[in-house]
């Protein structure tokens, strides 16, 4: 049982802060661990709202509380001697950049921005069940970037053909952009376990880059 729960807590995320308290990107926790252990940051934790800071020992220290009296409040990570709770937000003491405002280009996020929805039907799929359409096809030279690429369903896709939607009488049910933020974190924001996220996100400048 322990092991199972220590293989969940590992494919959480990690909100990462600059000095700044700015927002700049997601990782594993692994990688969030490994900054924290080698004291390049340091826990943010969201706490009868207000934060509080801590470094890796003090970490430990909390956890071992948070075990005894709020273990369901938290994922955790065990180690030989005790349980380590699994920090939602860490701040980089040292290592410090601006965020850069590029949003990857690629099919996860593609699927994310369209929000798994054909966009010639307008109706939600499974992934596996969606394709990618190049709305001016490659034959004639469109080209594969964010405003010529959508998802389409299977039906949709096979209907258009090689053809463009006017040729094929079929319309977009909206004009495809690059997104100015990172599609992927509204669908994280979803979940209770990130609500800690909430207020860094909500700053105008925030841009993450995915691990």
């Not at 920090?87 to 921005?113: G, M, Q």
Request: charged content about 25%; proline content about 4%.
């Amino acid at each position: 049982m322990l092991t199972m729960h220590h293989h969940s807590a590992l494919g959480c995320n990690v909100l990462v802060l600059n000095k700044h308290y700015m927002a700049i990107r997601v990782i594993s926790v692994k990688r969030a661990f490994s900054l924290l252990f080698r004291e390049l940051a340091e826990v943010v934790s969201l706490e009868d709202n207000t934060y509080a800071n801590y470094d890796f020992q003090s970490w430990c220290d909390v956890s071992k509380f948070k075990r005894q009296f709020e273990p369901d409040g938290n994922d955790w990570i065990a180690t030989v001697s005790f349980h380590i709770a699994v920090p939602r937000i860490i701040r980089l003491l040292f290592y410090d950049r601006l965020p850069r405002n590029e949003v990857k280009f690629n099919r996860r996020n593609i699927f994310a921005r369209d929000k798994n929805t054909c966009q010639y039907c307008g109706k939600r799929f499974a992934t596996s069940e969606l394709s990618l359409d190049h709305i001016i096809p490659r034959s004639i030279g469109g080209e594969s970037c964010w405003d010529n690429i959508v998802c389409a369903c299977t039906k949709c896709n096979v209907k258009k053909g090689g053809r463009t939607p006017k040729h094929a009488h079929m319309t977009l049910i909206r004009k495809p952009e690059k997104p100015k933020c990172n599609p992927l974190l509204h669908v994280h924001l979803g979940h209770k376990r990130y609500k800690s996220w909430k207020q860094f996100l909500d700053n105008a400048y925030w841009s993450v880059e995915l691990k």
